[in-house]
């Protein structure tokens, strides 16, 4: 079993940037598919950023590209999303998520489907203008 465990969020003015971060409690390894999501109010959940930590392949949401990076630290069982100018659009809660032992097609899916194995609890974002 894998646990998720985000921190980081917080209310920042538009332009700004934040990084969150997401422990993992229990074997994660190589081979898997780490991700970030986020839901706003009234809408549905939507894939921000995703990693195959294969190959270190990655994958984004088009409305993010250039803005955030998603990263892990392997000997700390963490992974991070750096979020850079930072607008009112991107106010959401945001999730962890993971799937272990998936090819990088099947995390691709996952990724866009919203569909992974693991979930954190989440972190609010708020982005004021």
């Known amino acids: 079993q894998v646990q998720l465990v985000e921190s980081g969020g917080g209310s920042v003015q538009a332009g700004g940037s934040l990084r969150l971060s997401c422990v993992a409690s229990g074997y994660i390894g190589s081979e898997n598919c780490i991700g970030w999501f986020r839901q706003a109010s009234g809408q549905e959940r939507e894939g921000v950023a995703a990693?195959?930590?294969?190959?270190?392949?990655?994958y984004y949401a088009d409305s993010v590209k250039g803005r955030f990076t998603i990263s892990q630290d392997n000997a700390k069982n963490t992974m991070y999303l750096e979020m850079n100018s930072l607008n009112p659009a991107d106010t959401a809660m945001y999730y962890c998520?993971?799937?272990?032992?998936?090819?990088?097609?099947?995390?691709?899916?996952?990724?866009?489907?919203?569909?992974?194995?693991?979930w954190g609890k989440g972190t609010l974002v708020t982005i004021s203008s």
């Open positions: 990693s195959y930590t294969g190959d270190g392949r990655t």
């Open positions: 998520a993971a799937s272990r032992w998936v090819s990088p097609a099947i995390c691709k899916s996952r990724f866009y489907a919203s569909a992974m194995d693991y």
